[in-house]
């Protein structure tokens, strides 16, 4: 895991005037102007043409259904943990652990018996797809993701039980998607991230809402709902290398979320935008290669 070092940003300083400070201000316009930039360098939106994987057979109450799992290069890659790592998240009952994923639109096919049936094309990283070729346990992991994606977007009840086909890569043809690119690409809602348990349940404060996207490949943003403050007199903000601790001014308010993906600390700025009663915060992310 990356070194937890923890930045302090001059936070808890810029307010100590009682009223929003010119600091602050000049934070929120950079914070959003790197979010306007980013949004208007890149198209609406990307076509891709997914490749064959593999493909499962399942069944819903209309039917037979298959999902072929397919792979592109143009899908961004899940963050770099190890199994045990993704093991330990899973058993702790975390959801700071996403596997980006294109679903495509369900399509009517005919199975080896000519008999009708629905087929739905879900891409991931191609990169992230060699890797799970090897693991069992990543197989079954997207599987499940993508099955429990599918259910969601089109409001299905698909069969957990499922058996992977032989020597048939995808049914029927797979066709382009359009993955969005320009507005919030939002990849996470990481309500429930890791929280060490350190704490007794009474001394407990109220952990907030952290909202999280990638609006850049290169930036993460971060909203963190504090509905009973004015403004960010006495709050303290901590971030490392993939952490983030918030710590509210007379003990209402604080967030300790481990965030997989590689952040850069020094370059990371706050500022807490009053009439929202959220602290933004933009965080530049680091290369692989760093």
Not at 149 to 168: A, C, T
Request: hydrophobic share 35%; proline share 7%; net charge negative.
């Amino acid at each position: 895991m990356a070194d937890s070092k923890l930045l302090v940003p001059e936070l808890g300083e810029a307010e100590k005037m009682g009223t929003e400070t010119e600091r602050f201000e000049e934070l929120l316009l950079q914070a959003s102007k790197e979010l306007q930039q980013a949004q208007t360098s890149r198209p609406e939106s990307t076509q891709i043409q997914p490749q064959p994987g593999f493909c499962i057979k399942t069944n819903s109450s209309e039917g037979k259904v298959f999902i072929n799992i397919c792979h592109s290069p143009s899908i961004p890659p899940p963050a770099d943990v190890t199994e045990d790592e993704l093991l330990q998240m899973l058993e702790e009952d975390q959801a700071g652990f996403r596997i980006p994923m294109s679903l495509g639109e369900p399509h009517a096919e005919l199975d080896a018996k000519g008999q009708g049936c629905t087929a739905y094309d879900v891409a991931v990283n191609s990169d992230f797809y060699r890797r799970m070729q090897n693991s069992d346990f990543l197989r079954e992991l997207v599987v499940t993701i993508a099955r429990e994606g599918l259910e969601d977007k089109y409001s299905l009840q698909l069969n957990p039980e499922w058996r992977m086909l032989k020597n048939r890569p995808f049914l029927g043809s797979i066709s382009q998607q359009n993955i969005r690119s320009q507005q919030r690409p939002r990849i996470q809602e990481m309500g429930n991230l890791y929280t060490p348990d350190s704490l007794r349940p009474e001394e407990r404060h109220e952990k907030p809402h952290l909202n999280l996207w990638l609006e850049a490949p290169d930036l993460l943003l971060a909203e963190i709902d504090l509905p009973k403050l004015d403004g960010a007199l006495g709050l303290s903000l901590e971030i490392g290398e993939n952490r983030l601790v918030m710590g509210g001014p007379q003990q209402l308010y604080h967030l300790d979320a481990y965030i997989p993906l590689r952040i850069n600390s020094r370059e990371s700025k706050a500022a807490f935008h009053r009439k929202r009663k959220q602290l933004m915060v933009a965080m530049p992310l680091l290369s692989v290669a760093s």
